[in-house]
């Protein structure tokens, strides 16, 4: 997809999965792509992949859960390439599997400070350094499970379902400035966050999940980074304040 040169794109969670098929993605639309990630070596391979792309990078180590740090990532983002007109706020978490009645308080919060604070510090901070830019938009990464139920994962689901209804309200604050906000609800995606909770290929959990799609399979990070990336193309002018599944006919069901 042409038509993003000379704009600049900020990525959380940029390092692996659907946050670095997204910087990919906006690579070959013509914008410059800022990385952030916790995962310094997963960042730089990022970048790499961008400029065999024939983009430009620059990573920028940051926390989404850290406000400063997430102000940082911004501020150096605009110094690089001076501007700032997307914002993909995709870095999360799945956090334990407990019931609600069991979850950890802790690791209630550790789940909220990057899915759902780290979406509002991309929010916070990017959106003024979007406006001093002329506009853009924002495009912030959900789940299915921010849109339907799922057993032992609380504060996932409630997480997810947070960034859907901050999506509509700043979406409906920022349509006459030039701001287009969406939030997007992938089914389950072949990623290494996956890989993390044990759902391999192969796997029986694997056959079960894929099994949950209409298409009975999982889906591909290139595959919801193709919506990203048009979420934030001129095509997609009437489109804000939605919250968008990508998702193999999961929650259709
Ligand atoms: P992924 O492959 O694990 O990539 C996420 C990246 O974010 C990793 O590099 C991770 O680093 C990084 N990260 C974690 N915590 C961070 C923090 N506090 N600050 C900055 N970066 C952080 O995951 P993915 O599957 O691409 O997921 C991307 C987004 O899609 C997430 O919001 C996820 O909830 C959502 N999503 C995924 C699926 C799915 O099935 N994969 C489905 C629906 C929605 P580490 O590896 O070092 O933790």
Redesign the pocket.
């Known amino acids: 997809m042409a038509g993003f040169k000379g704009m600049v794109a900020l990525i959380?969670?940029g390092?692996?999965?659907?946050?670095r098929e997204t910087a990919i993605g906006f690579a070959r639309g013509g914008a410059s792509v800022v990385v952030?990630?916790?995962?310094e070596a997963?960042g730089a391979q990022t970048v790499t992949l961008v400029e065999e792309a024939g983009g430009a990078a620059l990573f920028v180590r940051?926390?989404?859960?850290e406000a400063d740090q997430v102000e940082a990532a911004v501020t150096a983002g605009v110094q690089a390439f001076g501007s700032l007109n997307f914002v993909v706020n995709?870095?999360?978490?799945g956090g334990e599997s407990a019931l609600t009645g069991a979850y950890s308080v802790e690791g209630w919060h550790t789940v909220m400070g990057?899915?759902l604070h780290?979406v509002f510090y991309g929010m916070r901070y990017g959106i003024p350094a979007i406006l001093a830019s002329g506009g853009g938009a924002i495009v912030n990464?959900s789940?299915?499970l921010g849109l339907v139920g799922w057993a032992a994962a609380p504060a996932y689901v409630a997480s997810k379902h947070a960034v859907a209804g901050l999506t509509k309200a700043a979406a409906i604050e920022y349509a006459q400035q030039g701001i287009r906000v969406n939030s997007v609800h992938?089914?389950?995606?072949d990623?290494?966050?996956?890989e993390?909770a044990g759902i391999t290929p192969g796997s029986d959990g694997y056959a079960f999940i894929a099994g949950k799609h209409a298409l009975n399979r999982l889906g591909t990070?290139q595959e919801v980074a193709n919506l990203v990336v048009w979420l934030c193309s001129d095509e997609a002018s009437f489109v804000t304040g939605s919250n968008m599944t990508v998702d193999g006919g999961y929650t259709c069901q």
């Open positions: 959380t969670g390092g692996s999965g659907i946050g952030c990630d916790v995962d997963g940051t926390d989404v859960g995709n870095a999360g978490i990057v899915n780290g990464i789940s299915i992938p089914g389950f995606i990623t290494p966050l996956l993390k990070p």
